[in-house]
């Protein structure tokens, strides 16, 4: 009923730029918060960045200054701009909306991942 599809990702030199994109489509009435999530090898998944319906944004302190985070209400999407990429920026990024359906349901939903690999 819901469909999200991420994009963006890639291979990138250290220093270099990345944007990710999660775009979501199907019976939704609204969406809160978006958020972007990533997952290292043999590390717990964490959270990136969020941002609330009304703009408000998180970041997790080793992306601050360095990421940003923004949203379409009208289309549905999430983008995260990041700059200055680290080797330690290496993982699988996912998208998750915090959203309520059509149907009165209110669930998270999880983007199928991009993988980001910056190289040193």
């Known amino acids: 009923q819901v469909q999200l599809v991420e994009s963006g990702g890639g291979l990138v030199q250290a220093g270099g730029s990345l944007t990710l994109s999660c775009a979501a489509s199907g019976s939704i009435f609204r969406i809160d918060t978006m958020g972007w999530y990533r997952q290292a090898p043999g590390k717990q998944r964490e959270l990136v960045a969020d941002?609330?319906?009304?703009?408000?944004?998180n970041y997790v302190d080793s992306v601050k200054g360095r990421f940003t985070i923004s949203r379409d209400n009208a289309k549905n999407t999430v983008h995260v701009q990041m700059n200055s990429l680290k080797p330690e920026d290496t993982a699988v990024y996912y998208c998750k909306l915090d959203l309520l359906r059509i149907d009165g349901a209110r669930l998270d939903y999880w983007g199928q991942g991009t993988q980001v690999t910056v190289s040193s």
């Open positions: 941002i609330s319906r009304s703009g408000r944004t």
